[in-house]
């Protein structure tokens, strides 16, 4: 495989950029290797500078998730790009934004639109600490919520990724208040409440795990976690930045049935733009600034390029039969790339959600994060690199969940099997 053009572009990166990146799970520290440079993507390929074409599992780390470059989400772009890129002054595109997010998702009574996950989580977690005069927070070994410095405490993703799940730079002070959790772990969730459960300003979780790979919530947890939250007091955040309108046109939680009382959004709701969100109780909400005295803001927030992005993109979520599509190929995916390591005597199992999913170097099933990073890395990093050589992008990291879109062919998954049968034998 040709990779000079990328080598130049990497080499000079690295002189001017930390890690030659944007954002550190895209440098390929964990597996090894240099990154392509993508030059276009459409649909479920990448096409990379040396002329390289990719079967794109990553989907810009969830955003894609009918395809890229679709050509509804493009047009619509287009058409608010020429009426201009950002006014500072309130646009109709938002209202409508407002109006389809807590249409989508019920628990959403309010909503508030910024510019990228972090910023989403961040300020749920301000406005947990402010509603409730309380400045405890509970977040869960490997889940990831963007790089928020309370949230930089045993985080996953690209922390994770190269085992600095804490960070330098985060004062001990605030990281103190940050408790962590093992997930899926019902007696350690009751016994922290029974401990600090009066000074627990908020509980933050993927309800859905994606940034220890794909980890599920086992039956009844996110039930029992609800039930704690209410009982004590502390509000409780489902992070569905990854899996908001992914798993379910409602998230997660219209997957499990269980309500949060804040709720945040991004990926997909930009579409590919930058974009995140957080909603829920009115009462919460209406404590946020002007309306309240929670200050939050941002200068980009609801612009309308973006909004547009988002929206066309929340249209085709919306369309019927959109998820059923999606669940099927991840099942046909999943089920193939297990028959395939089966054949080649390799220990694999996967997790699975609608769109996403996770495949593990082990023979036992993963329910938590320990289980995770007892995996074989080193299996999956040959694994990664025998499935790019041959045109398959997993995500470049034995701690991310891959992405599916409905521009998945069935014959696109069916050559990525057969990529994989290949690779799992130079394993
Ligand atoms: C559940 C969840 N919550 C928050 C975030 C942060 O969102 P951003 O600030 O990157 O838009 C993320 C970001 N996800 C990572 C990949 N797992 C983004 C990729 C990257 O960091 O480059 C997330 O997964």
Redesign the pocket.
């Known amino acids: 495989m040709i990779t000079d053009l990328s080598h130049g572009l990497f080499t000079r990166a690295q002189e001017l950029i930390p890690g030659g990146v944007n954002?550190?799970?895209?440098a390929f520290k964990s597996v090894g290797g240099e990154p392509f440079f993508a030059h276009r993507a459409k649909g479920s390929y990448l096409f990379d500078v040396d002329g390289n074409r990719y079967i794109d599992y990553v989907g810009s780390?969830?955003p894609m998730v009918a395809g890229h470059a679709h050509p509804k989400v493009l047009e619509a772009v287009f058409n608010a790009a020429r009426e201009g890129l950002s006014f500072g002054v309130p646009n109709p595109l938002e209202v409508t934004m407002a109006e389809t997010l807590t249409r989508m998702v019920p628990s959403c009574e309010m909503v508030r639109m910024v510019n990228?996950?972090?910023?989403?989580?961040l300020s749920a977690i301000r406005v947990a600490r402010g509603a409730t005069g309380r400045s405890r927070i509970v977040k869960f070994e490997g889940?990831?919520?963007?790089?928020g410095d309370s949230f930089l405490v045993k985080a996953?993703?690209?922390a994770l990724t190269l085992g600095q799940p804490d960070s330098p730079g985060v004062p001990k002070a605030l990281a103190d208040l940050t408790l962590t959790l093992p997930y899926n772990d019902f007696d350690a969730a009751t016994a922290l409440f029974e401990q600090y459960g009066e000074e627990i300003a908020g509980l933050i979780i993927?309800p859905i795990a994606?940034?220890m790979n794909c980890i599920l919530p086992r039956d009844g947890y996110l039930q029992h976690l609800r039930a704690l939250c209410t009982q004590y007091g502390a509000v409780l955040i489902f992070?569905?930045?990854?899996?908001g309108f992914r798993v379910a046109p409602g998230g997660a939680q219209q997957v499990y049935g269980v309500t949060p009382d804040l709720t945040?959004f991004?990926?997909i709701i930009g579409g590919g733009m930058?974009v995140?969100a957080y909603g829920g109780r009115r009462d919460l909400m209406q404590q946020v600034a002007p309306a309240g005295p929670i200050y939050q803001a941002g200068t980009l927030s609801g612009n309308p390029v973006a909004m547009a992005a988002g929206l066309a993109t929340l249209e085709l979520v919306r369309q019927p039969g959109f998820h059923a599509e999606l669940k099927a190929k991840t099942e046909m995916l999943c089920d193939g790339l297990e028959a395939a390591a089966k054949e080649a005597g390799v220990p694999v199992t996967t997790n699975r959600a609608c769109g996403m999913f996770g495949l593990f170097f082990t023979d036992r099933k993963v329910h938590s994060f320990a289980d995770a990073t007892a995996c074989d890395t080193a299996a999956f990093k040959r694994f990664f690199h025998g499935l790019l050589q041959r045109g398959v992008y997993f995500a470049p990291s034995a701690f991310?969940?891959g992405f599916l879109s409905t521009a998945h062919s069935e014959l696109d998954i069916e050559l990525t099997i057969e990529a994989a049968r290949a690779a799992f034998r130079e394993v």
Request: aromatic share 6%.
């Open positions: 954002s550190p799970v895209r780390w969830g990228s996950g972090t910023e989403a989580t889940c990831y919520h963007g790089h996953g993703s690209g993927e994606g940034n992070d569905e930045v990854m899996t945040t991004g990926k930058p995140g991310e969940a």
